[in-house]
């Protein structure tokens, strides 16, 4: 399968600073990308879905202002975490979609642990 | 609006036992269905999925699931299980989000261990 990479993997930040986790297509170009954040025991919830060239959707719930998307080319998407707190911390994974004919299938990345102290 | 519920939330079986992780969905129109496995520093990795047709999907590593639309349901099985297999099992419904993409709902997870 395509491969979908996130930097950092692990990150620990004091309370109060912002926070950079970045997405990378390695495989194919993607005007999509999904960002999803799981807590421990938890399920996968979907954050905000990133478009290549204009603004980002926020679910319900998620703070725009709080959860920075910026889609900066085809093959990167990154997710600011911005005056990060502790229960900020989480695991952070995207995922991107390949909309090759007949396939219908999403990539994930490894994620990215967030622990905010 | 989709849900997925996954009744089981930690399951033990023995090597070469068979198995099977349930998955109940919520969904107003025909369903796409998913199943994940996630192993500890990886992402997701797909199984199968279910878009449309045979209702018995073939998988990945001898996996296989089928689609019970009156049951609502979306089991994952797996006739001889090795130790290999013990992770984190999602099951996740696709709902369309506007052109060729989807938004993933996904259930809490089952985790299986695998006794020698």
């Known amino acids: 399968g395509a491969v979908v990479s996130q930097h950092p993997s692990w990150v620990i930040c004091k309370s109060g600073t912002s926070v950079k986790i970045e997405c990378r297509s390695l495989d194919f170009q993607a005007t999509t990308m999904f960002w999803y954040r799981q807590f421990p025991k938890q399920s996968l919830m979907l954050m905000a879905t990133s478009n290549e060239g204009s603004k980002a959707t926020y679910e319900q719930g998620v703070e725009k202002d709080k959860f920075l998307i910026n889609h900066a080319s085809l093959t990167l998407s990154t997710l600011t975490v911005t005056s990060a707190h502790p229960e900020d911390s989480s695991f952070y994974i995207c995922s991107v979609p390949d909309a090759g004919v007949g396939t219908d299938t999403q990539y994930f990345g490894p994620g990215t642990r967030l622990t905010v102290l | 609006a989709q849900s997925v519920t996954q009744p089981d939330i930690h399951i033990t079986v023995s090597e070469g036992a068979s198995l099977e992780l349930r998955c109940n969905y919520s969904?107003?129109?025909?369903?796409?269905l998913f199943w994940y496995v996630q192993s500890p520093g990886q992402g997701l990795q797909l199984l199968l999925k279910y878009f449309s047709g045979d209702t018995l999907v073939q998988g990945i590593k001898g996996f296989e699931a089928e689609f019970k639309r009156s049951q609502s349901s979306f089991n994952l099985r797996k006739p001889s299980v090795h130790w290999s297999d013990a992770a984190e099992y999602f099951c996740?419904?696709?709902?369309?989000?506007?052109?060729?993409?989807?938004?993933?709902?996904f259930g809490k997870g089952t985790l299986l261990t695998v006794n020698p």
């Open positions: 996740a419904v696709g709902a369309r989000s506007g052109g060729s993409n989807y938004k993933l709902t």
């Open positions: 969904y107003g129109a025909t369903p796409y």
